[in-house]
């Protein structure tokens, strides 16, 4: 898990202030977030995307997004939540249209924890997937590790080690650094296919270039997409904090 250190640091920085006027149930801080981002094909994509979502797409092209960091969640009313609910994660996500909204699609998420699991899964019918998982926060960057022996068959494995180099930017509108990272709302769908989605908001993501030794990734395979062969995309953020809205059914 990540340090106890590094958490207490962390905890302790400048938060933004929620959104007004909008009905949010729920602060997240993500912490110590990469991007890895790969093109990748239509054709591979489409059958793992609800029909009621379009692909979105940066100058004709989709993207696949590999996102590990610390998440920290706290609901609008009540007290901070219990340890459990401080955890690493990483999903996997691509882009999608719906109703003239862009948003993301998590086409899967790991997390470590049976409670966590079940939570993402009950309260926002998101594809959550239980894994042995380990995030270490060093000088030099961050060690995150994955692991699912199955995943609905496939061995599902991520290990990276990663750091931020460069000044923080704030992306440019236009910019494919903007279209990949600056999404406000998330989709999903339950078992009998019908479709759902949540507002998220939060302020523009504070994006450093960053550098990542890949050691191991099998979750394009794992999804039923072929390797990436091309270099991965990457950008770091220390850290955003983010209020997410009720889940509604859309379809």
Known sequence: MID??????????????PPRHR??????????LLFVHWPVSMDELRPLIPKA??????????????????LR???RYGPPM??????????????VRYGGKRGIYFLRLYAPGRVAV?????CYRLPYVRASMNMRVRSEGVRFSSYVERNEGRHAEFIASYAPIGDVVHSRHGSLDYWLTERYHLFTTDAACR???AEVWHDPWPLQN?????????????????????????????RLDTWVGPLERLS
Do not use: C
């Open 4 to 17: 106890q250190e590094e958490l207490l640091a962390t905890s302790q920085g400048v938060s933004a202030s």
């Open 23 to 32: 009905r949010w149930v729920m602060r997240q801080d993500w912490e110590r």
């Open 53 to 70: 979502l379009e692909i979105d797409t940066f100058e004709s092209q989709a993207w696949l997004g590999l996102v590990p960091f610390h």
């Open 73 to 75: 969640i706290r609901l």
């Open 82 to 95: 219990p340890w459990v609910f401080h955890f690493p994660e990483l999903n996997v996500r691509t882009y």
């Open 118 to 122: 079940t939570g993402g899964r009950l």
């Open 195 to 197: 479709l759902f989605g």
């Open 210 to 238: 960053a550098e990542a030794d890949i050691e191991s990734n099998s979750l394009p395979q794992a999804h039923g997409i072929s390797q990436p062969q091309e270099r991965p995309l990457l950008h770091y953020a220390r």
